[in-house]
């Protein structure tokens, strides 16, 4: 039993020192506002991979699950240095904090009404996790006729559907009309006046009872068609506003870069053009 505890003894003793020389080294470079080293400690490999160009690099995922439970507090302490920077290099990105997680950024571009999230920002991670179906689509309008749209088909189909349903909608007051001429007629051949074309048997009754009841039948389904009509108006509405935002965002990406590949490049390569900025100026 003790020489057992003799032999294992230097290898913790050995563990101990790495976990105090991490946590060490982690509240030096926070003392002294080593963004960069953060980096390096929150994660060695992908670090010395990235910025050092060592393929391979070992990790210390071991040693960086130490601090986990202050990432909220790192991220608070990362988020002013990278905001600075992105504001410099993005200035048309808005970014809204998430009230529960102080790593987590939603990202806009534009300050206009309505604008849309279309990335995620990880200030501990130093990511920006874009929309892919938002760039698909940005990709798709650039190659579209000047003026014309991605929703355009879907947008024409939803017009003929609501002009169709307009039409029917405008159609009330005429329905209304025949169906008090079919009312008084009916009343007629009740009291065995002359009626329609001096018919009063059963049959013309009939014929007449039927009309008028295909009429209410169309009248009771007003409602529905209004509301048909409204939720369809309102998708349409939907679509053409998107069409709008998505040509403001590219207008607004096209200002600064030479096309949206230049754009998602900048955005895919943050993590190594931004500590290498920092690293530069030391």
């Not at 040693?63 to 410099?88: C, G, R, W």
């Not at 025949?178 to 007629?185: A, H, I, P, T």
């Not at 230049?262 to 500590?275: G, N, P, R, S, W």
């Amino acid at each position: 039993m003790t020489d057992s505890q003799t032999v294992l003894q230097p290898e913790l003793i050995n563990r101990l020192d790495s976990k105090i020389m991490y946590l060490g080294q982690l509240q030096s470079a926070v003392m002294n506002q080593q963004v960069p080293q953060v980096y390096e400690l929150l994660d060695s490999k992908k670090f010395n991979e990235q910025i050092r160009q060592r393929p391979h690099a070992d990790s210390n995922a071991l040693l960086a699950q130490m601090v986990t439970d202050i990432h909220d507090n790192l991220a608070i302490f990362l988020a002013p240095e990278l905001s600075k920077y992105l504001k410099q290099q993005f200035s048309f990105f808005d970014f809204v904090a998430t009230s529960d997680e102080p790593s987590i950024y939603q990202v806009y571009i534009g300050t206009w009404w309505d604008h849309r999230q279309f990335a995620i920002l990880d200030v501990l991670s130093l990511t920006l996790t874009i929309n892919k179906k938002i760039v698909s689509e940005w990709q798709e309008t650039i190659k579209l006729p000047t003026g014309a749209n991605i929703n355009d088909i879907q947008i024409r189909e939803i017009k003929q559907i609501t002009n169709g349903l307009q039409t029917f909608l405008d159609d009330e007051t005429k329905r209304n009309l025949e169906v008090q001429v079919l009312n008084d007629q009916l009343a007629q051949l009740k009291e065995n006046k002359s009626g329609l074309l001096g018919r009063t048997d059963k049959k013309a009754r009939e014929e007449l009872e039927n009309k008028r009841d295909l009429l209410l039948a169309s009248q009771q389904r007003v409602p529905e068609v209004k509301a048909k009509l409204a939720e369809h108006e309102s998708e349409m509405l939907q679509l053409e506003k998107d069409d709008a935002l998505r040509h403001l965002e590219i207008e607004e990406i096209l200002s600064h870069f030479d096309d949206i590949d230049a754009f998602i490049q900048k955005v895919d390569h943050l993590y190594v053009d931004y500590l290498k900025t920092l690293l530069q100026k030391k």
